[in-house]
T-cell receptor, first 113, second 112 residues
């Protein structure tokens, strides 16, 4: 089955530690996205990538970093510079159907203690 | 800046019809999408309007008026399972291509 996987589902880290969230897709999509969602809020764009080896900052990129070395993979690193990292992180990808349909992974809930 | 506005909560009765409105202020607008998200889950795509008019998909319909920077999602024959959050989202041109900006969401409560 084609889809997007994110791991782990729940992640706990101590303050001051960097942590990398995994996102893998086998949909052959070129575009991939990372969003952050806080309780009762909408999704805010962190980073996105239209093609391999290229990515752009979203609206809240400070304290985060990404890489796009393979089409299938778009990992997100939450660095110690991110002041309030506890949130629900969602990865998505988009194909070329023209419908702008974003397919989301199940998300990673990060808690920084 | 870019902004979207939608009501924070809507309550309706099972079997009824509900409309969730969305107004936006953006530059480089390309289209309006709607997503559904159940508690603890990931958003799922419902519809996309790039042109003015009404798009119908089963019990759900979505409307766009580009001149009014306005759209809505219409849910008919409401079922209990429709209780969820609904997000409007705009596709806009950006320096790196296209990006999608989400509204804060409308929480729909369906009562028996």
């Amino acid at each position: 089955d084609g889809g997007i996987t994110q791991s782990p589902k729940y992640l706990f880290r101590k303050e001051g530690q960097n942590v990398t969230l995994s996102c893998e897709q086998n949909l052959n999509h070129d575009a991939m996205y990372w969003y952050r969602q806080d309780p009762g809020q909408g999704l805010r764009l962190i980073y996105y990538s239209q093609i391999v080896n290229d990515f752009q900052k979203g609206d809240i990129a400070e304290g985060y970093s990404v890489s796009r070395e393979k089409k299938e993979s778009f990992p997100l690193t939450v660095t110690s510079a991110q002041k309030n990292p506890t949130a629900f992180y969602l990865c998505a990808s988009t194909g070329t159907s023209g419908r702008n349909e974003q397919f989301f992974g199940p998300g990673t809930r990060l808690t920084v203690l | 800046g870019q902004s979207l506005e939608q009501p924070s909560e809507v309550t309706a009765v099972e079997g009824a019809i509900v409309q969730i409105n969305c107004t936006y202020q953006t530059s480089g607008f390309y289209g309006l999408s709607w997503y559904q998200q159940h508690d603890g889950g990931a958003p799922t795509f419902l519809s996309y309007n790039a042109l003015d008019g009404l798009e119908e998909t089963g019990r759900f319909s979505s409307f766009l008026s580009r001149s009014d920077s306005y759209g809505y999602l219409l849910l008919q024959e409401l079922q209990m399972k429709d209780s969820a959050s609904y997000f409007c989202a705009v596709r806009v041109a950006d320096t790196g291509g296209f990006k999608t900006i989400f509204g804060a969401g409308t929480r729909l409560f369906v009562k028996a």
